[in-house]
């Protein structure tokens, strides 16, 4: 199992002396939108931190719809196209696919549509993750952020619907916690289940949070389930007040449970 944390990239360096074994990066800022030029100094940057970009979040932004009236399946792909090739350049394995933005089915537009929209977008995706040997998964994302896939066992099956080996589903704590998402799910969805997210776990010094016994019974699960691909530390609740002491710790605390 490989543990790696979602971060900027002038956190790469402290990250990669933390011991996380990779860095997820924001595909945003890739600048896929912008030339060759505009993107170079940022590669030799992330490259120079010393620590692989194996996974990207934030993946498309909501100017490019996947659901929607605005959905041009032709613009997406060379989006995408131009994405995955800065990926892969940069050591990626796996992308995201959550952009809540760009998925939420916009108001007076008929949610039938959704379905048809998000796998014809996926399907061509896996076609470009292919060419450049990634991957994609499907983030289930909290009901509160979105109206379609909301949990890992739909992400699942919609992996599959996809009918592309290269398309594959998350479990992300913070999204299952907001769902009631039972925990059951990851063994029921593990055949398609490439990716994680967890939050940052306790720390010593800080307080506490009435979450943390909800966190220790994922990981369990997740162990029990038997999986054994990437798992990403996202602080979405901000925990992190110094990043260079306190992501080792975070990083320790999974590895003694996984």
Request: proline share 7%; hydrophobic share 40%.
């Amino acid at each position: 199992m490989r543990i790696g944390c979602c971060g900027g990239i002038d956190q790469i360096p402290t990250l990669r002396v933390a011991g996380y074994d990779y860095v997820e990066l924001r595909v945003v800022d890739l600048r896929p939108d912008e030339q060759e030029g505009s993107y170079a100094p940022l590669r030799r940057e992330i490259q120079d931190g010393g620590l692989p970009a194996e996974a990207f979040n934030v993946f498309i932004p909501p100017h490019h719809p996947v659901v929607g009236p605005g959905h041009d399946l032709p613009a997406l792909r060379a989006y995408v196209s131009v994405a995955m090739g800065r990926m892969r350049e940069l050591g990626g394995r796996l992308v995201v696919f959550g952009s809540a933005r760009a998925r939420v089915t916009p108001a007076g537009f008929d949610r039938a549509r959704a379905p048809g929209q998000i796998l014809d977008f996926l399907r061509m995706a896996g076609e470009v993750a292919t060419a450049h040997d990634l991957n994609v998964v499907i983030e289930p994302l909290a009901r509160t952020a979105c109206d379609n896939i909301n949990t890992v066992v739909e992400g699942a099956v919609v992996a599959r619907e996809s009918g592309h080996a290269r398309v594959w589903t998350l479990a992300d704590w913070w999204h299952m916690h907001h769902n009631d998402e039972p925990l059951s799910n990851l063994a029921e969805a593990k055949e398609r289940l490439r990716h994680v997210h967890v939050p940052v776990g306790p720390l010593p010094g800080k307080p506490a949070q009435r979450t943390d016994a909800d966190y220790d019974a994922f990981l369990a699960a997740l162990k029990a389930a038997g999986y054994d691909s990437r798992v990403s530390v996202e602080d979405n609740g901000k925990r992190f007040t110094d990043l260079a002491t306190e992501a080792p710790a975070a990083l320790a605390y999974l590895r003694a449970r996984l």
